[in-house]
C-alpha cells in the first residue's frame, strides 16, 4: 500500500501525465460547446452595395439571400470585396438588372452563387412563383461526432500507458531502479504497484469524458464502465512494456507516440473505411479496436456488440498480463 502512495504522489510531479489526464476532458467539454455553435452563418451570402446605386426593392430582394451592407464611396466598396479573409460579393446596377464582382479568392460556392445571381434576378417574377420547400437543416458535426467521441475517448484510456512508462523511465535515470532491484519486492508486487495507478487515472479520465460526451441508461453505463476498465488496464500493462524497453526519456516518448498513434489511426481507419472479414479480425489485435468498436455500439444502442467487444478486451488483458509476467519470471528480477 506505501507502494502505491508514493506512486500517487509521483503523479502530481510529472507534468506530461497530468496533461495527458486533463486534455481528453478539456477536448470533450469543447466537442460539446461546439455542438451547440450554429455553424450555419459560416455558408452565409454577404453583399456589399454602393449608396444610391440600387433602387430601395433591389436591396430588400437581396436582403432575402443574406445580410447586404452599404458603401458609401467605390473605394471602400472595393476593398470590401478584395478583403482575404471574407467571401463578399459586390453588386452593382446595370440598366435594368444587376451585375457582380468577386476578388477571385472566394470559395467555390460563393463564386458560383456571384455568376448566378444576375440571371437569377432577372428571373425573381418567375421565381417568386415558385413553391418554397423549407428543409430541416443537418447538425454539422453529427458525423463527426460519431468517431472523434470515441477517439478522445481512447485517448483518455491511453493516460495509464502514458504514466506507466513515464514512471518506470524516469526511475531508471533517477536511479530508483537499481534500489528496486534490491527490494524484498516480487515481480507480482511490482506489477500491482505499477499497474494500479496508471489504470486508475486512465479510468478516471475515461469515465469523466465519458460522462461529459454521453447521455446512457444505467445498464449501457454499466457496459461502458466495463469497456472503460478493460481498456485502461490494457493500456496500463502495455507502459509497462515501453518503460522497460525504453532506455531513456526520448526514446520512450517516440515509442509512447508511436504507440498511440497506432492505437488512434487503426479504429478511425477502421470506421472510416468499413473494414470486415478477416481485415476487421486483424484489426482487433490492437486493443483500442474492440474499446473503440464497443464504444460505437454503445452509443447505438446495440449492446450484444459492446459485450462482445468487453471480451476481446478481458483477453488482450489476460494475455499481456501473462506475457510480462512471463518475462519479469525468466528474468527473476523485478522492473
Not at 450484444?304 to 528474468?331: C, D, E, K, P, V
Request: aromatic residues 8%.
Amino acid at each position: 500500500m506505501n507502494g502505491i502512495r508514493y506512486q500517487l504522489k509521483s503523479v502530481w510531479k510529472d507534468k506530461f501525465c497530468l496533461m495527458t489526464f486533463l486534455l481528453p476532458i478539456l477536448v470533450a467539454v469543447g466537442m460539446q460547446c461546439m455542438g451547440s455553435i450554429d455553424l450555419s452563418s459560416l455558408g452565409e451570402l454577404h453583399f456589399a452595395v454602393l449608396a444610391e446605386d440600387l433602387p430601395p426593392q433591389t436591396v430588400r430582394w437581396l436582403e432575402r439571400y443574406g445580410p447586404v451592407t452599404v458603401y458609401e464611396t467605390e473605394g471602400a466598396w472595393t476593398a470590401a470585396i478584395n478583403e482575404p479573409s471574407t467571401n463578399v460579393i459586390g453588386v452593382k446596377g446595370e440598366g435594368v438588372g444587376i451585375r457582380t464582382a468577386v476578388s477571385g479568392d472566394e470559395l467555390e460556392v460563393f463564386q458560383q452563387a456571384a455568376a448566378t445571381l444576375p440571371a437569377l434576378f432577372q428571373q425573381r417574377g418567375t421565381a417568386e412563383q415558385a413553391r418554397i420547400l423549407t428543409l430541416e437543416r443537418p447538425d454539422l458535426l453529427e458525423h463527426f461526432q460519431d468517431i472523434f467521441v470515441p477517439g478522445v475517448l481512447i485517448v483518455a484510456m491511453f493516460m495509464g500507458c502514458t504514466f506507466n512508462a513515464m514512471n518506470i523511465i524516469s526511475e531508471k535515470e533517477d536511479g530508483v531502479a537499481f534500489i528496486n532491484e534490491v527490494l524484498p519486492m516480487g515481480p507480482s508486487q511490482y506489477v500491482l504497484q505499477k499497474v494500479t495507478v496508471g489504470f486508475l487515472f486512465g479510468s478516471l479520465s475515461s469515465v469523466v469524458t465519458a460522462g461529459i460526451c454521453f447521455r446512457l441508461s444505467w445498464r449501457d453505463g454499466g457496459l461502458m464502465l466495463v469497456l472503460i476498465l478493460l481498456a485502461s488496464f490494457v493500456a496500463a500493462l502495455l507502459g509497462l512494456f515501453i518503460g522497460r524497453a525504453s532506455r531513456g526519456l526520448m526514446a520512450g516518448v517516440v515509442y509512447i507516440k508511436l504507440v498511440m498513434l497506432l492505437f488512434i489511426a487503426v479504429p478511425i481507419l477502421c470506421a472510416l473505411t468499413g473494414v470486415d472479414g478477416p481485415l476487421a479480425a486483424l484489426c482487433c489485435l490492437v486493443p483500442s479496436q474492440p474499446a473503440f468498436e464497443g464504444i460505437l455500439a454503445l452509443s447505438a444502442g446495440d449492446r450484444g456488440t459492446a459485450l462482445h467487444n468487453s471480451g476481446i478486451l478481458l483477453l488482450h488483458g489476460l494475455a499481456w498480463f501473462a506475457l510480462y509476467g512471463a518475462i519479469a519470471l525468466r528474468r527473476k528480477r523485478p522492473g
